[in-house]
């Protein structure tokens, strides 16, 4: 079955670093590849989404892209800021945005 | 952006007794809801997907009897744990169809003592 495997946290960083975040995924498809963000107290959100190789999706700073070759979607920013501490989630479905498959979750600290 | 509230956001309860969270899409229908259940240090994991006016389509290992799903209208699902154990207690979150993108409640944390 669909599986999605990710880096374990929690990843502490000062500010201004970069950050990797990474996620590999085994599906019997061509699934769309996800990450979620979830800040404290919030409900899960779209941080970036791509659905077919070689895609880049990117938000807020962040950027992902389809790597189909090597089965990765590893999450990248340049320069993290205080507020994108949160737990990121790897994400992947066979049909968009249908049953999700997730990723453990890796809590990211981010301190000034 | 789309909303999904879900309540509580937090809940305890003893052994033997039934626990109701709701989810609620606030400005949008849904007709299909995901539950989701996720253990500490672990992935979370779908549960069922629940439909309007329909029965709940349950993942392989999840008790249908013990996790009551309905789905009685486009805007709200509940799913209900009945008869708790301590091995119930989890964080459950529900989501939210608005096409072409899932939306997520703040998710439950459930303690059974």
């Known amino acids: 079955g669909d599986s999605v495997t990710q880096m374990e946290g929690p990843v502490t960083l000062s500010e201004e670093a970069c950050l990797t975040i990474?996620?590999?995924?085994?599906?019997?498809?061509?699934?769309?590849l996800f990450w979620y963000v979830q800040y404290p107290g919030e409900g899960l959100q779209l941080l970036l989404k791509?659905?077919?190789?070689?895609d880049k999706g990117s938000n807020k700073g962040f950027e992902a892209t389809y790597r189909k070759e090597t089965t990765s979607f590893h999450l990248e920013k340049g320069s993290v800021q205080v507020s994108d501490s949160a737990v990121y989630f790897c994400?992947?479905?066979?049909?968009?945005?249908?049953?999700?498959?997730f990723g453990t979750g890796t809590r990211l600290t981010i301190i000034p | 952006g789309a909303v999904v509230s879900q309540h509580p956001s937090w809940v305890i309860c003893k052994s033997g007794t039934s626990v109701k969270i709701e989810c609620r899409s606030l400005?949008?229908?849904?007709?299909?809801m995901f539950w989701y259940r996720q253990f500490p240090k672990q992935s979370l994991m779908l549960m069922a997907t629940?439909?309007?006016?329909?029965?709940?389509?349950?993942e392989q290992g999840v008790e249908k009897d013990k996790f009551l799903i309905n789905h009685a209208s486009l805007t709200l699902s509940t799913l209900t744990v009945t008869s708790a154990h301590p091995e119930d207690s989890s964080f459950y979150i529900c989501?939210?169809?608005?096409?072409?993108?899932?939306?997520f409640g703040q998710g439950t944390r459930l303690t059974v003592v």
């Open positions: 990474n996620c590999t995924y085994t599906a019997t498809g061509y699934p769309s």
């Open positions: 400005d949008f229908q849904a007709t299909t």
């Open positions: 629940s439909n309007e006016g329909s029965k709940a389509t349950y």
């Open positions: 791509a659905t077919k190789a070689d």
């Open positions: 994400a992947l479905s066979e049909r968009d945005n249908e049953k999700l498959t």
């Open positions: 989501s939210a169809r608005d096409a072409p993108r899932a939306f």
